[in-house]
């Protein structure tokens, strides 16, 4: 079974970073892609960052272009997104997904992920 466990959110001030952790468990990943997604009260599940196993590629939503980097430690199963330069807009539950079909092409629609993570909680203050 399939499992993604986040971490690292936290109460912050804008202008601060942070550093979120999804651990991938369950089956090998390889060549399947990985999202890191947010949703704030009342809004849409937005895509965040998000890249291949396999692949040097990766893909960023334009709110978060320049600040934010995502990047995979194979040997742990486990990806990061690093936050910088965080502005009150950030706040959001984050949450990690994978896509379970080997080689598929980039998407930013949270419905072509199969497994989510319970999310963690971003806050941004002024």
């Known amino acids: 079974q399939v499992q993604l466990v986040e971490s690292g959110g936290g109460l912050v001030r804008a202008g601060a970073s942070l550093r979120l952790s999804c651990a991938a468990s369950g089956r090998t990943f390889r060549n399947y892609r990985m999202g890191w997604f947010r949703q704030a009260p009342g809004q849409e599940r937005e895509f965040v960052a998000g890249f291949r196993w396999g692949s040097v590629n990766t893909y960023y939503g334009e709110s978060v272009k320049g600040r934010f980097t995502i990047s995979g430690d194979n040997a742990r199963n486990t990806v990061h997104l690093q936050m910088n330069s965080l502005k009150p807009e950030d706040t959001a539950v984050y949450y990690c997904?994978?896509?379970?079909?080997?080689?598929?092409?980039?998407?930013?629609?949270?419905?072509?992920?199969?497994?989510w993570g319970q999310g963690t909680q971003v806050t941004v203050s002024s």
């Open positions: 997904a994978v896509r379970l079909r080997p080689y598929a092409s980039h998407s930013v629609d949270p419905k072509e992920y199969d497994y």
